[in-house]
């Protein structure tokens, strides 16, 4: 078992930053892939980021590409999403998530994750 926590959300301007954080504890933490997601009010869940166990690749959906960066630190148990250039349409609630399939087919359309948390929630004001 996993458990996955997330923290950092909170409410912020148009242009501005946030760093999300999910501290991972029970089974080894290094083995498993980790994914961002995020589901808006009146949206499905979509695939946010993704990255393999060792932090050496990393995989993102189109929308947050250049804006979005993926981060892991093995020793803390802990993976790390930055936001930069937030738009009103990043309100979301965001979820991470592990699981042992290869991180590069998180963003595959109906994929799911073995372990999730509970989300934080983003809001993005204009």
């Known amino acids: 078992q996993v458990q996955l926590v997330e923290s950092g959300g909170g409410l912020v301007q148009a242009g501005g930053s946030l760093r999300l954080s999910c501290a991972g504890s029970g089974r080894t933490f290094r083995g498993y892939a980790m994914g961002w997601f995020r589901q808006a009010p009146g949206k499905e869940r979509e695939f946010v980021a993704a990255?393999?166990?060792?932090?050496?690749?990393?995989y993102y959906a189109d929308p947050m590409k250049g804006r979005f960066i993926i981060s892991r630190d093995n020793a803390k148990n802990t993976v790390y999403l930055q936001m930069n250039g937030l738009k009103p349409e990043d309100t979301a609630v965001y979820y991470c998530a592990a699981d042992k399939a290869p991180a590069q087919t998180m963003g595959v359309p109906g994929h799911d994750m073995a372990y999730w948390g509970k989300g934080t929630l983003v809001t993005v004001s204009s």
């Open positions: 990255i393999n166990w060792s932090g050496g690749s990393t």
